[in-house]
């Protein structure tokens, strides 16, 4: 077992939790979000407190919280509270820097699109206006607001439904669906860090959705205690439909450590039935 460091939110300054809780929770997309008030000022500031509730209705929510220094509200909350509509738009690489840029706590009425050099384009529903250089735009009708506390470091959950999309058909593939391999997303982590979603980055895990695995805990103990293969490669083997029942003849060279060395292997190569053949054959 590893060693933890165990603690109550209580125990800690708002500005060390926070550290914590950035740095564990992530990667964090990011919503570059464009809002207005009431006077007709535009405002862009990008936020990674942002994710996808919900397909229908369309729902996405983020949360411009109080600063921790001195408790005071950012204008996009404000914004919100008197026109109920935002544009979210989603931050790849190409314009991670300019979205940082817009970031910086300028005074109220500068609007951020100007100074981070990003183009308006009037949206179609709602009034405030979207990134031209974001890959995806979603224009939304605030639909409730959350107030999480009172002091530093308190979250407003935006709740928005999604009334329009707009997307870069650069980033589409042949069958029209987005293209994460082109998108080249990024997301903030912990501190200055932001990880870029490159092809190298990526992997898939097909989810069987017919069948249910059999289970890490269906796997006979030698193969489930295995000095060798980690959670990962025992995983794929629980993932199977079955415990095979044909057992292959055992090399009766190998030792334990090599079985084992071997189906790994297998497994590497995704041939994880082929792996618990092995496996099973010697018991
Ligand atoms: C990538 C990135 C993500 C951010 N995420 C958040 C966030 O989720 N919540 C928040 O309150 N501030 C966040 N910030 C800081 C705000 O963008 C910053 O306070 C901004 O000045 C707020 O602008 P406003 O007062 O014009 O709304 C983030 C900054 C960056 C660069």
């Known amino acids: 077992m590893p060693d933890f460091i165990s603690f109550s939110p209580s125990d800690l300054s708002v500005a060390e939790l926070h550290k914590y809780l950035l740095s564990a929770v992530a ?32 729902v996405v929510v983020f949360s411009p919280a109080r600063r921790s220094r001195d408790s005071t509200t950012k204008h996009t909350y404000q914004n919100v509270l008197e026109v109920k509509e935002v544009v ?17 706590e300028y005074g109220k009425g500068v609007n951020e699109f100007d100074k981070a050099g990003f183009t308006m384009l009037t949206s179609d529903l709602v009034s405030p206006p979207r990134v031209a250089q974001s890959p995806v735009s979603m224009e939304c009708k605030v639909d409730d607001i959350i107030v999480l506390g009172k002091e530093g470091g308190a979250g407003h959950l ?8 707009h997307i870069d058909e650069q980033y589409l593939d042949r069958e029209g669906q987005l293209d994460t391999t082109k998108l080249d997303l990024v997301g903030r982590m912990g ?5 870029r979603v490159t092809k190298d980055a990526l992997f898939e ?34 993932n199977l439909k079955e415990l095979p029942k044909l057992r292959k003849p055992t090399n009766s060279k190998m030792n334990p450590d090599q079985l084992h060395r071997e189906a790994q292997k297998l497994i590497r190569e995704n041939k994880s039935l082929e792996a618990l053949e092995l496996l099973l054959s010697k018991v």
Request: with cysteine.
């Open 158 to 165: 935006i709740i928005a439904q999604v009334v329009r999309m």
């Open 205 to 238: 895990i097909p989810k069987p959705l017919s069948a249910k695995g059999i289970g890490i805990d269906s796997l006979p103990e030698h193969i489930r205690n295995s000095p060798i293969l980690t959670g990962n490669e025992l995983a794929r083997l629980g």
């Open 88 to 104: 979210i738009n989603i931050v790849n690489y190409a314009i991670v820097e300019q979205t940082s840029l817009s970031s910086t």
């Open 27 to 58: 990667p964090r997309p990011i919503a570059l979000a464009s809002t207005i008030d009431l006077q007709g000022c535009v405002n862009l500031s990008p936020f990674s407190f942002f994710n996808v509730f919900s397909s229908n209705p369309p």
């Open 191 to 195: 501190g200055h860090w932001y990880t």
